[in-house]
């Protein structure tokens, strides 16, 4: 595994020379912010997305937003592929496969990228557009294909001449669209800015065929559904996965003769700082399952994006890498050996892998009557172990291989049921849906 992480703390006094120049403004290539003094005595580095200062501020945010509806119609970019990921917090998931396919198509579409900051990488062939940027807006409206796997902005109203894809970022199971409205009390005005941007989308995509009539309800769409099987899983089956585990593994430092088990919970409305940050669970003992393990084994623990977004992190030590931070779950997918899982739909990703699954679900009448709620009945979901300790967990992963052989028939029947659309080809359905043919 990889070497345990050092942290250096380097004591720093600041003379009253410099104190005096504070807050100091500085600006980059990339980015721009201050250095200010904090109470009782501490400097505090404030990093922000560069921005002018014609856009910065609430003020101008909301000029900038407010011109859109003034556009133009005549203000359009054909071929401009504006993609999405995740808040442009990486650029990732489907619109990553997406935009792979047509880079290999050679299409001659441009293809740019919304990133919350200079820090976020986009593929090869994309261009990055700092959101809330002028620049920003203006592809908001005048780009022809706008693709995204979240709720679009509640300002953006499509424009006559776009083209918008959802894909969204999950198989569906957990309450979600009106349900979870519903359950979360939200006034009929926020549901209906949702039910609003839904009816924007011209395709929506359906990752398998139970989904579809799910997804189709709880967002009241009634466009175009392609029920192709999800983009981003493609890598899951076809050619290229030996290569992306291999290269995963050679990255976070894992030797080919050890044992990856992912653990990968999901995080709890209840522990929810917002819609938006949560601590992470502390059901499983990390830390006593590596050592139970031994060397032999690697524990990569993977926290909620709801997790990324809080400072709290469970670390790398030992055999263990935190691997929150890590922008392709498709990645660690294909680098582990077996997942430890709960109410995640990350499960059905993983299910295409074929690898066992542990399901470590203490909470689960609490989960699916009181916390968040399901769609449907969690059991036949989970082709794996239902255990709440840290010891049952142990037990089974000690032995992967008659995890596999007792849970055959359930995996089986599990794959067939709810991921009977992902072939290695969805992509390919997609652009040819959406783009055109080859």
């Not at 990921?85 to 299409?107: D, K, M, Q």
């Not at 919350?116 to 592809?139: C, F, K, M």
């Not at 029920?227 to 089956?237: F, H």
Request: hydrophobic content about 40%; charged content about 25%.
């Amino acid at each position: 595994a990889a070497s345990d992480a050092v942290l250096d703390w380097i004591p720093l006094h600041a003379t009253k020379d410099v104190v005096d120049q504070l807050p100091l403004p500085f600006t980059t290539d990339s980015l721009r912010g201050r250095i200010r003094l904090t109470k009782p005595n501490g400097i505090h580095l404030l990093i922000e997305p560069l921005l002018t200062d014609q856009e910065r501020g609430s003020h101008h945010q909301r000029e900038l937003q407010d011109a859109l509806t003034s556009r133009p119609l005549s203000s359009y970019e054909p071929g401009a592929v504006l993609f999405r990921s995740y808040f442009g917090e990486i650029a990732g998931c489907n619109p990553l496969a997406v935009h792979h396919e047509l880079r290999r198509r050679n299409t001659g579409h441009t293809l740019y990228w919304a990133v919350r900051d200079a820090s976020v990488r986009v593929p090869e062939g994309g261009i990055p557009v700092i959101q809330e940027t002028a620049e920003w807006y203006r592809l908001l409206h005048d780009a022809e294909f706008y693709l995204d796997n979240m709720h679009q902005m509640i300002y953006h109203k499509k424009p006559r001449h776009q083209i918008q894809i959802q894909t969204f970022h999950g198989y569906p199971f957990k309450q979600m669209g009106q349900s979870h409205w519903k359950w979360q009390q939200r006034d009929k005005k926020h549901v209906q800015s949702y039910l609003d941007r839904a009816k924007d989308w011209d395709y929506l995509v359906s990752p398998a065929s139970y989904g579809t009539e799910l997804l189709c309800a709880e967002f009241g769409f009634d466009n175009t559904v392609l029920e192709i099987g999800y983009p981003r899983n493609d890598v899951l089956q076809n050619e290229q996965a030996d290569a992306v585990r291999a290269q995963t593994r050679a990255r976070l430092g894992i030797h080919r003769d050890q044992t990856v088990i992912m653990y990968a919970p999901t995080f709890r409305d209840s522990m929810a700082v917002n819609d938006f940050r949560a601590q992470m669970v502390d059901f499983l003992d990390h830390q006593l399952l590596a050592a139970e393990l031994g060397d032999d084994f690697v524990i990569l623990v993977r926290g909620h994006a709801f997790n990324a977004r809080v400072d709290a992190r469970v670390g790398t030590h030992g055999n263990t890498i935190d691997v929150t931070d890590y922008p392709y779950i498709e990645d660690l997918c294909l680098a582990s050996d077996a997942a430890i899982l709960d109410y995640s739909s990350l499960r059905f990703d993983y299910a295409l892998t074929g690898k066992p699954m542990i399901f470590m679900v203490p909470d689960l009448v609490e989960y699916q009557s009181e916390s968040r709620g399901a769609l449907f009945s969690y059991e036949p979901t989970a082709p794996g172990p239902l255990v709440s300790t840290t010891l049952e967990v142990i037990d089974a992963a000690a032995d992967l291989d008659e995890v596999a052989k007792k849970y055959a028939y359930q995996y089986a029947m599990f794959k067939a049921t709810y991921t009977n659309l992902d072939d290695g080809h969805a992509t390919e359905r997609l652009v040819d849906a959406v783009f055109g043919k080859k």
